[in-house]
């Protein structure tokens, strides 16, 4: 059952005739549309300059192997999550984070779990269901757009999963509006974007931490925060939107990092 309300939750082409004549079409090479594969919603935006990691499916590893190492709570005391909170899970996935999130934030806190999959996301609410978490809502997102409500989330956790991301400039753009401002509605004070990823190539579904930085600044996010951690399966980092959102056309796509 949904727990979010109102404007928050809820959830040039020149034909030369002399060549014409004398060329047959059906030698003809149509060239590949660099676009072709890209959503319109897309098309306004740079497109990746890098590789994109396949689905890899929504469980990265059992969950008692990570709460072996105290992954969550871990990342979840270096994110700062706090008791009455609202928070966002991008590709939630089974609901690793989901539920020990719902957990921290507590009964006043609100979470929000989103996912591209649908099969993932009836899974992930058929288990909340069952786990009774009232302060739990779900959501359909796209590629390139999270779909979150506006000035809204204290922390959005993209845990294993931005490596995946096809239009990241595109999606980290929409995410922004989302982040909650300060009290005045000005800055974004309070708000971050929460990333744990593997230092490996996207291959082998990773980012090397230069790029990550790279692509969120070319979109007006600053790094505040970073750390190697190898035992919780990665490198946790922390971003904050500053000054004004850029127009698609003004963003400038990064080079691809080695």
Same mark, same amino acid.
């Given at each position: =059952?949904?727990?979010?309300?109102?404007?928050?939750?809820?959830?040039?082409?020149?034909? #030369?005739?002399?060549?014409?004549?004398?060329?047959?079409?059906?030698?003809?090479?149509?060239?590949?549309? @660099?676009?072709?594969?890209?959503?319109?919603?897309?098309?306004?935006?740079?497109?990746?300059?890098?590789?994109?990691?396949?689905?890899?499916?929504?469980?990265?590893?059992?969950?008692?192997?990570?709460?072996?190492?105290?992954?969550?709570?871990?990342? =979840?005391?270096? @994110?700062?999550?706090?008791?009455?909170?609202?928070?966002?899970?991008?590709? @939630?996935?089974?609901?690793?984070?989901?539920?020990?999130?719902?957990?921290?934030?507590?009964?006043?806190?609100?979470?929000?779990?989103?996912? #591209?999959?649908?099969?993932?996301?009836?899974?992930?609410?058929?288990?909340?269901?069952?786990?009774?978490?009232?302060?739990?809502?779900?959501?359909?997102?796209?590629?390139?757009?999270?779909?979150?409500?506006?000035?809204?989330?204290?922390?959005?956790?993209?845990?294993? =999963?931005?490596?995946?991301?096809?239009?990241?400039?595109?999606?980290?753009?929409?995410?922004?509006?989302?982040?909650?401002?300060?009290?005045?509605?000005?800055?974004?004070?309070?708000?971050?974007?929460?990333?744990?990823?593997?230092?490996?190539?996207?291959?082998?579904?990773?980012?090397?931490?230069?790029?990550?930085?790279?692509?969120?600044?070319?979109?007006?996010?600053?790094?505040?925060?970073?750390?190697?951690?190898?035992?919780?399966?990665?490198?946790?980092?922390?971003?904050?939107?500053?000054?004004?959102?850029?127009?698609?056309?003004?963003?400038?796509?990064?080079?691809?990092?080695?």
């Amino acid at each position: =059952m949904s727990i979010f309300t109102g404007n928050h939750f809820f959830l040039p082409v020149i034909a #030369i005739a002399a060549l014409a004549a004398t060329t047959p079409l059906a030698g003809c090479k149509r060239i590949p549309d @660099a676009d072709a594969n890209r959503p319109e919603t897309a098309l306004a935006y740079p497109p990746a300059s890098r590789p994109v990691s396949e689905l890899a499916g929504n469980q990265w590893s059992t969950e008692t192997a990570r709460d072996k190492v105290g992954e969550a709570e871990e990342i =979840m005391k270096a @994110a700062g999550i706090e008791p009455g909170m609202t928070v966002a899970d991008i590709g @939630a996935g089974e609901g690793y984070y989901t539920v020990r999130l719902a957990e921290r934030v507590g009964a006043e806190g609100r979470v929000l779990a989103q996912d #591209i999959d649908k099969d993932a996301i009836k899974r992930l609410a058929d288990r909340v269901a069952r786990d009774a978490l009232d302060n739990v809502s779900i959501k359909l997102g796209a590629p390139d757009d999270p779909r979150l409500p506006e000035d809204s989330f204290d922390r959005i956790f993209l845990v294993h =999963m931005y490596h995946e991301v096809r239009e990241p400039y595109a999606f980290l753009s929409r995410l922004r509006p989302s982040i909650r401002r300060d009290i005045n509605g000005g800055s974004y004070d309070g708000g971050e974007v929460i990333v744990v990823d593997v230092d490996r190539p996207f291959v082998q579904h990773g980012i090397r931490p230069k790029q990550l930085f790279c692509e969120f600044e070319a979109v007006g996010y600053q790094l505040i925060g970073f750390m190697e951690r190898p035992e919780l399966g990665g490198y946790f980092a922390r971003f904050r939107p500053v000054g004004k959102a850029l127009l698609p056309g003004k963003i400038k796509a990064c080079e691809l990092e080695k």
